[in-house]
């Protein structure tokens, strides 16, 4: 039996009581920082650009958009929480594959849920297998397919989105085969955009291109049968090596939900280390960013690789900067969203720092670890090898950690709705319909 | 100075009167051409289907869509028109990289110049514009790009569609530079489709897609500066090997419109020699489907590669069986639309045909040639070495040609529609509003 097919009966056939307790509990932790995440970048500039440039194109306004007023159809609303819920590169990682999975597979299924009767139980079941499904297919074609210069998060997330829609379409094999191929042949998103708006709109247009996907496919129209195994099928054409077994093997037993991570910083997760060390240095020995001399940095090559922007201007290649992560953790001892604006990445005090910093790839060094030595000006040398980085899986975001970093985000809302907005996302097993869930994460109009 | 920015700033500066004559009347046959295939295939199923699927969706119905009554938003238009252009593949080929140019930035076009106020020339020149980024990006990425299983008419028909309405939206250069950056990471399309709709539905997205990113563009929605050339770019991440030279050299000067070429036959180009011989010997020996024992086809290796589809049930997969091409050629003695339906590829006799043909490939055979040899039941053998297929660059389609394929294919319209959308597509250059022409291609609902 092909690896489609295999897929597909899986997801047809999968039962939430059969999907151990530990996992759905993970799957409301990644629910909380993900709607969290979308309320954070409802206001961001990238999603008034985009209501401006398509809402005059939008359906019928029946749907819900997190954190925003306004109602769109329910693609256009897929879209606009996938942005904001990437845009600040603040939404879940997956260590195994770098892909942000719950971003693309939410969007769209809360777009849907708003336009459609779906219970909490169903919905949090169509997440899971949504989230599964992109992670595995993530790591069958991991590392060659992120190596080529994809953006998994989009490329791959498509995929997410197309089942999870599908599954609460009912798709029968077929046409749940048919939803699985239009996905594949809208796979899309290259790392070029890194630092800029294009970024966040990769997981935005997957979530939209796998609910079209899985509407199309409802209809009967027809892909070819072979979309992720085939000689020209998405592995093929987009990884230089790939293992299929990887998206078959355990299915069912082996949830990736269970290896997610939450970050505390709302930047590219390979910079974590290096802001959480520097900022320790910052908070130990009372740095201020006038005293430093110069500061080395040794990471890993992944590292170097993806985030080597020392002159920049904009703050999203901030996000992408590892010597503006250093420059914020020694300079400021903190990394927030303020800590990524234009206005921080032109600050004279960070510039300066940013322009001291070198950093040498070392593959001794993981992708969670880095090892920094600031020279002062007095002549100190201080430093750190800091071997896990706040937020990855040995170093978790505890729940209480979690409902902060929402709060944190959620200023497009008022205090109550806030609270609504936590409580639906824990309780959403419990939830008759998730529409209570959509309705306290839309801003009160008063 | 970069390739994306040499070609912007060309994009921005062109002006129609710099355009020589030559090429000005190749768009105009191009347009013939792709109008044509627009109306026949308006009411292929896949039509019906993606407006049952997206039509509750769509936005305010402003916009026409070439051989429908029914009016939806641009976007969902221009998905459309390039479903319904393509999805007989009866639409151009660049032969230069097997491209179906026209499709995905026409589309896109009359969308546009359905709600917005365009004049014939600064849509013909808009079309000639997009038509040759959309072959120049796929001569520089060709054959790499193509032979890792993309379908270019998609993956690389974006980018004609954005820089086209770019170009009527009078984007700047920054903007431009977006519109295609937000081109780039929404290139897609696997040949895996083939034989499915998904093919068909791969310059409809591309339209739509490229629209899409060229309304972002203008609103300011940023993308990487180094779309097409950047490491992590179109090029380095969809193709093993390519020449960005090849997107600029002669820019303004050299037009590949002049060598496009117009299908005599609706089904994939690398099967079109091996019909035209075998029509050939249909009627110049008598040939019927019962007579015949045995058929040998000697042809390019790419053939053999794309086409080895001898067990098939579906019409589409018949324009992709270089078996169904040689029995339809002996069998009929031609190949219209009717040689491509379900009906036709199980036709007893032509699944006869196809089980007796073996195809063989040989480096010696051009794309536009096939050996064909057939062993007839009464002992004799009979042959044929075509060296130049009908519709190709050295034997193309006349203007009457075109006109009476145009017509073959606009059953959707009534007799005075056809003469108007002829004569509009003919005389652009001389149209005050290109909505004339868009009127004549939506069937009267009397």
């Not at 802001?275 to 960013?289: E, M, N, R, V």
Request: glycine share 10%; with cysteine; charged share 20%.
């Amino acid at each position: 039996m092909t690896v489609t097919r295999q897929l597909v009966n899986y997801l047809l056939d999968s039962r939430l009581d059969a999907i151990p307790a530990d996992v759905q509990r993970e799957a409301k932790r990644a629910l909380v920082n993900v709607v969290g995440c979308a309320l954070g970048g409802a206001d961001h500039p990238a999603m008034d650009m985009t209501i401006r440039a398509l809402g005059p194109y939008a359906g019928p306004p029946t749907s819900a958009v997190l954190g925003r007023r306004e109602r769109f159809d329910p693609l256009l609303a897929s879209l606009l929480n996938g942005i904001s819920s990437h845009v600040h590169d603040y939404d879940d990682t997956l260590p195994k594959n770098y892909i942000h999975a719950s971003s693309p597979v939410a969007s769209a299924l809360f777009a849907y849920a708003s336009v459609n009767p779906v219970s909490g139980p169903d919905f949090l079941h169509a997440f899971i297998l949504g989230f599964e499904v992109v992670s595995r297919i993530g790591n069958a074609t991991y590392p060659a397919h992120y190596d080529a210069g994809w953006h998994s998060t989009g490329s791959v997330g498509v995929f997410g989105a197309a089942v999870a829609v599908g599954r609460l379409l009912g798709l029968d094999a077929e046409r749940m085969t048919y939803a699985i191929g239009l996905a594949a042949t809208q796979a899309a998103g290259i790392r070029e955009m890194f630092g800029s708006m294009g970024k966040g709109f990769h997981p935005g247009r997957s979530a939209q291109s796998g609910y079209m996907a899985a509407l199309l496919a409802e209809q009967g129209f027809t892909s070819g049968r072979f979309p992720l195994e085939g000689p020209r099928g998405f592995a093929a054409v987009t990884a230089a090596s790939y293992d299929l077994d990887r998206i078959t093997d355990g299915l069912g037993r082996d949830f990736d939900l269970l290896v997610n991570t939450y970050k505390p910083f709302p930047c590219g997760i390979v910079i974590h280390p290096t802001i959480d060390a520097c900022s320790q240095l910052h908070h130990q020995h009372g740095i201020t960013a006038d005293q430093v001399a110069a500061v080395e940095l040794r990471v890993a090559p992944l590292v170097k690789d993806l985030c080597d922007k020392k002159v920049i201007s904009v703050g999203l290649e901030g996000k992408f900067s590892i010597y503006h992560a250093a420059a914020i953790g020694l300079g400021r001892g903190k990394a927030g969203l303020a800590e990524f604006t234009d206005e921080a990445v032109n600050d004279p005090a960070l510039k300066r720092l940013r322009l001291m910093t070198e950093a040498v790839g070392d593959a001794g060094v993981s992708e969670d670890a880095v090892v920094v030595s600031v020279r002062l000006q007095d002549g100190r040398t201080v430093g750190m090898h800091l071997e896990e980085s706040l937020g990855n899986l040995k170093r978790p975001l505890s729940d209480a950690q979690l409902e902060a970093k929402f709060r944190d985000q959620a200023k497009v809302l008022a205090p109550a709705g806030v609270d609504a907005a936590i409580a639906g996302c824990w309780g959403i097993a419990e939830m008759a319909d998730v529409s209570t869930l959509i309705a306290a994460c839309v801003p009160d109009d008063r």
